[in-house]
């Protein structure tokens, strides 16, 4: 059978705003810029009256007086489409033209189909290098004792942005790939970060000339200042023992120039080429070696301190004959007020501070591989969130006072989202047991439901601000990369998941200790309860796919 097409709430909106402009399309053009025609509720008060809202600033631009012709609001009624919510009532307040859902008819339909609600909206071709700059080698392979906390941020930046834009359908790679079983390796293995890994006595020297002699021979060289600035025969040799026989100075304000490149700092100039330059150019020339370069996107994930030399590097490539669009990604400091630390140390305390949590709550349980297993996941989930929850080009502040502690229900950050992922695996297992014992029959197909059942207002709310859009949110990073502009930098958003995993959890919570779902064995209850189980279902595999882009796994029960 075919796959249903999802509800789109971009989709409806824009039908709406179709419908809404009627014979006033011109007048509607002229707002259209300034201000939206409609407005998704989102609120438990405002879905309380209405799903969709045209202000009356908007109906008094459309109509005069605000008044909506009656074959207009008889068009929003009679709204159809495949991926357009079922209109359910449609009313002029004080407030505006509100909207009402047919929420049964939603509610079936998603409940029944959930599938295409769990993944992208759209799947996309294309291939994109994840570049990040905090793991090449420098005097030495990095190492978690010399990786700073906002060069760990950069990271999980990358290994996220990798997840999602996998999912949307891009092939994806990684640079630089690291030496098999470093240090580094295995610590980022322990935040669930598989990174690409080669054989430690590899070497990428053959490259490097490569990318060496592609240099000399560019035309960017600017052999008039080499010729200006000849070296005493001490720097000669002192430049021999780096790599580079002869000083080879690259004009990368010439590259900005001729490839018209936008947002590109203005005191780029000339740049002498270094050995460190030259095995960073060699790694993003090796992890690109078998991409197509019409569709290639490179996305250097870098530091703001850093920023200006991955710009040099990026033009470097630029200047050897490389082609690939090349972004970069400008992640925030990470600030901790009155500590120096590490990424290790963070790690450590963090996962110190999850077991003496754990403990706390769970006392002689919390022992053997499994519960090492659930401490390694939540002070990774803990990290994760902590980090990624901030637009990459803000700050972050961590509080790192080893007293502080680590809260296992408190409403913020990775714990708490773990804690309600595991608490619908334990609904789930007791109502297994229940139909074991013969007291739950087994959930009937949606079709055989009477989802006018679900009138509690946080099940409408949990289907409207989060079932339904998420396929659009998981789409975001791909939209960005096709459509923004070509300046520079770019801003693909990797705080939503984690934002939206928070606020899931925060209403998920409110309705579970509101609402009783495994009721009494009674036949006359046992609908409400299989539409709940459904919904709840959904949300289950909701959490599993979100957290899916995170690299965590979901804990089975805490």
């Known amino acids: 059978m075919e796959e249903a097409v999802p509800f789109s709430i971009v989709s409806t909106v824009k039908a709406l705003s179709g419908a809404l402009r009627g014979d006033a399309e011109n007048e509607a053009e002229i707002i259209r810029e300034r201000e939206k025609l409609w407005f998704k509720e989102s609120s438990a008060?405002?879905?309380?009256?209405?799903?969709?809202?045209?202000?009356?600033?908007?109906l008094t631009t459309l109509?005069?007086?605000?008044?909506?012709?009656?074959?207009?609001?008889?068009?929003?009624?009679?709204?159809?489409?495949?991926?357009?919510?079922p209109i359910g009532a449609t009313e002029v307040t004080a407030e505006g033209l509100r909207v009402c859902v047919d929420r049964c008819t939603a509610f079936r339909r998603v409940l029944c189909g959930i599938m295409p609600y769990l993944r992208p909206a759209a799947q996309r071709q294309g291939c994109v290098l994840i570049n990040c700059p905090a793991l090449h080698t420098k005097q030495a392979v990095?190492?978690?004792?010399?990786?700073?906390?906002?060069?760990?941020?950069?990271?999980?930046?990358?290994?996220?942005?990798?997840?999602?834009?996998?999912?949307?359908?891009?092939?994806?790679?990684?640079?630089?790939?690291l030496p098999q079983e470093s240090d580094i390796v295995n610590f980022l293995k322990t935040l669930g970060i598989d990174w690409p890994t080669v054989p430690v006595s590899w070497t990428n020297e053959d490259r490097e000339e490569k990318m060496k002699k592609a240099l000399e021979n560019s035309t960017y060289r600017d052999r008039e200042m080499e010729r200006g600035k000849r070296r005493s025969r001490g720097e000669e040799i002192e430049g021999e023992k780096r790599g580079i026989k002869e000083e080879v100075r690259i004009n990368l304000k010439q590259v900005v120039q001729d490839e018209d490149l936008q947002g590109y700092d203005p005191s780029l100039g000339t740049c002498t080429v270094q050995r460190e330059a030259l095995c960073h150019l060699a790694q993003l020339d090796s992890a690109t070696a078998d991409f197509p370069v019409s569709t290639a996107t490179a996305l250097h994930v870098t530091s703001c301190q850093d920023e200006f030399r991955q710009q040099q590097t990026a033009m470097l490539w630029r200047a050897t004959g490389a082609t690939a669009v090349q972004r970069l990604v400008i992640c925030g400091p990470?600030?901790?007020?009155?500590?120096?630390?590490?990424?290790?140390?963070?790690?450590?305390?963090?996962?110190?501070?999850?077991?003496?949590?754990?403990?706390?709550?769970?006392?002689?349980?919390?022992e053997g591989q499994?519960?090492?297993?659930?401490?390694?996941?939540?002070?990774s989930a803990t990290v994760r969130f902590e980090l990624l929850s901030t637009v990459h080009t803000s700050p972050v502040t961590l509080d790192v006072q080893r007293d502080s502690g680590v809260s296992t229900k408190g409403p913020r950050g990775g714990v708490f989202v773990m804690y309600n992922c595991a608490r619908l695996h334990t609904l789930f297992s007791s109502y297994e047991k229940g139909v074991e014992q013969g007291l739950y029959p087994e959930i009937p197909g949606g079709t055989e439901l009477d989802f006018s059942a679900l009138k509690e207002e946080g099940e409408w709310l949990l289907l409207f601000n989060y079932l339904i859009p998420f396929s659009e949110?998981?789409?975001?990073?791909?939209?960005?990369?096709?459509?923004?502009?070509?300046?520079?930098?770019v801003n693909l958003r990797t705080e939503q998941v984690c934002r939206f995993l928070v606020s899931l959890s925060k209403d998920f919570s409110s309705y579970y200790n509101r609402v009783h779902v495994l009721g009494e064995p009674l036949p006359h209850l046992f609908n409400q309860m299989f539409c709940r189980l459904?919904?709840?279902?959904?949300?289950?595999?909701?959490?599993?796919?979100?957290?899916?882009?995170?690299?965590?796994p979901p804990i089975p029960q805490l």
């Not at 008060?45 to 908007?58: G, I, Q, Y």
């Not at 190492?143 to 359908?169: F, N």
């Not at 963070?346 to 754990?358: D, G, T, V």
């Not at 791909?478 to 923004?484: D, M, N, P, S």
Request: neutral net charge; glycine residues 8%; aromatic residues 6%.
């Open 334 to 366: 990470v600030k901790t007020p009155g500590v120096q630390m590490n990424a290790a140390q963070y790690l450590q305390l963090r996962k110190a501070q999850m077991k003496e949590a754990s403990e706390m709550k769970y006392g002689d349980q919390v």
């Open 473 to 489: 949110l998981l789409d975001q990073s791909g939209q960005v990369l096709e459509h923004e502009g070509g300046g520079a930098r």
């Open 45 to 58: 008060k405002n879905l309380r009256n209405r799903d969709f809202l045209s202000p009356n600033t908007v």
């Open 63 to 85: 109509y005069a007086g605000g008044e909506v012709p009656c074959d207009v609001l008889s068009g929003i009624r009679s709204l159809r489409g495949s991926d357009v919510l």
């Open 142 to 177: 990095p190492s978690p004792d010399t990786l700073a906390l906002g060069q760990l941020r950069t990271v999980l930046i990358a290994d996220h942005l990798g997840a999602q834009l996998r999912r949307q359908g891009y092939t994806v790679s990684f640079c630089p790939a």
């Open 534 to 552: 459904l919904l709840l279902r959904a949300l289950r595999e909701l959490y599993h796919s979100a957290l899916d882009s995170l690299n965590l």
């Open 370 to 379: 499994t519960w090492d297993d659930i401490i390694r996941v939540m002070t």
